[in-house]
């Protein structure tokens, strides 16, 4: 009997817990249906520092984004990592409307889901590898989670690798700079962030990091050929070794050593 009573006691505190949780804490607001405002996904990576680029660019011309007095055209949402479940969905629930994801989780979104496409690839070369001794004699490595193109540029690449060790973006600081690793596949942002250690280009040849992926029904809008235009000038400017190193640092060394591409977005 006392046990049946406990499991009453206890649904009932769920079932109270529950009531609070949908009706009294505080939740963040959906947005809003007439919200005409283009939210661009982006993640603390490269495609974060490029999206800073477009929006300085935008507001240098007099518009303002949401974070400011009035909206207009477009701004940006800060989803960390576009292979998390939050950046996914933040598309698929139309929190945002297009945004940066790595070209595997790209082809997983248009592939999963009605409604969305690839519009067209941005970002070529975005990774960096960093090592300490010779990148020939890396044995263990690291790689962003998730990111199974850039795992296998690494086992074609470097087939001494005995070892790849999947890590979070924001873990995989750590994970070199604690010599956890003897190597480590790295956004460039985070390069940016050690500018002291050794880094060379992942591989010889051009690959794909990031994508932009797109809900159809904002294609043909004012506010994405607005988008388009901006993102062009941004990466025209961006693709500038000059430009780069003035915004970002880092030696001439590694600006020669790794092959960064800013594509231009086709006209909608």
């Not at 939050?86 to 409604?115: K, P, R």
Request: aromatic share 12%.
């Amino acid at each position: 009997m006392d046990a049946i009573k406990r499991g009453v006691i206890f649904l009932a505190a769920a079932f109270v817990l529950g009531l609070l949780v949908a009706f009294v804490l505080p939740r963040e607001r959906p947005r809003e249906a007439q919200d005409e405002t283009l939210l661009i996904g982006v993640g603390d990576d490269v495609t974060g520092l490029l999206m800073e680029q477009i929006l300085q660019r935008y507001q240098e011309d007099g518009h303002e984004g949401l974070s400011q007095a009035g909206s207009d055209d477009m701004d940006s949402y800060l989803f960390m990592d576009c292979c998390s479940n939050a950046g996914q969905w933040s598309l698929l629930t139309q929190d945002i409307d297009l945004g940066f994801y790595c070209s595997h989780i790209s082809m997983a979104i248009v592939n999963q889901n009605e409604g969305f496409s690839i519009y067209s690839p941005v970002i070529m070369n975005g990774e960096v590898l960093g090592y300490w001794t010779e990148p020939s004699e890396i044995k263990t490595m690291a790689i962003p989670m998730k990111r199974e193109h850039l795992a296998q540029l690494v086992r074609e690449q470097y087939p001494g690798v005995e070892r790849l060790e999947e890590v979070s973006p924001t873990s995989i600081l750590y994970a070199f700079g604690d010599r956890q690793v003897d190597g480590a596949v790295m956004d460039i942002a985070r390069a940016f962030q050690m500018p002291e250690y050794h880094y060379t280009r992942v591989c010889d040849q051009d690959y794909v990091s990031f994508c932009l992926v797109v809900r159809d029904e904002i294609v043909g809008t004012p506010q994405f050929q607005t988008f388009v235009q901006y993102y062009n000038e941004t990466a025209e400017a961006l693709n500038d070794r000059d430009t780069l190193q003035e915004l970002y640092g880092m030696d001439d060394a590694f600006w020669e050593s790794i092959n960064l591409k800013f594509l231009y977005l086709p006209e909608p």
